[in-house]
């Protein structure tokens, strides 16, 4: 008598087929941090995924927009540090403290990562925007601003990567 399919058996014989069609295509080693990220992050980033169709990012003409928008985002988060968690998320995030904002900016970077092995153009657009709202919210937790980073990054603006880094303390 043949076995009625359950939902366990049909999502455990789903993933296995995907799982070797992803190892036959050279995808992710199945053992890599990338790897144990995707499986651990999977639940949330595929029910997201199937609610939502694909969307293309538009391109915006020169000039339309600049990297002040991160100025911009950086004082909103600013100003949600101390309210009422329960009317803001960056404001929830940070009444955490500090290691659940760190947790979160790693989360959506290993995200980033992984939509970038697997050549995902438009997903990639979308979490690199998460990254760099959890940096800001990491930012503002640190009490680090934009103006100090930027300044930075002027700093070693003009000087080979390798030079930078050969110039570091060694620790």
């Given at each position: 008598m043949a076995k009625t399919p359950t939902k366990k058996n049909v999502t455990k014989d789903t993933t296995a087929k995907k799982q070797r069609a992803a190892n036959k295509s050279g995808a992710v080693p199945k053992n890599s941090i990338i790897a144990t990220a995707l499986k651990d992050g999977q639940a949330k980033k595929?029910?997201?995924?199937?609610?939502?169709?694909?969307?293309?990012?538009?391109?915006?003409?020169i000039g339309q927009i600049d990297a002040s928008?991160?100025?911009?985002?950086?004082?909103?988060?600013?100003s949600r540090r101390g309210m009422d968690p329960s009317t803001s998320h960056s404001a929830r995030l940070m009444s955490r403290g500090t290691s659940k904002v760190a947790q979160k900016f790693g989360e959506e970077a290993v995200e980033c990562l992984i939509e970038a092995v697997a050549g995902r153009t438009q997903e990639l657009i979308g979490e690199s925007a998460d990254v760099l709202y959890h940096l800001i919210v990491l930012w503002v937790d640190a009490g680090v601003t934009p103006a100090q980073v930027w300044a930075e990054l002027q700093r070693r603006e003009g000087t080979s990567g390798?030079?930078?880094?050969?110039?570091?303390?060694?620790?």
């Open positions: 595929s029910s997201r995924r199937q609610t939502a169709t694909k969307t293309d990012f538009p391109m915006p003409e928008v991160l100025d911009r985002l950086f004082d909103v988060v600013l390798i030079a930078e880094k050969a110039s570091r303390p060694r620790q």
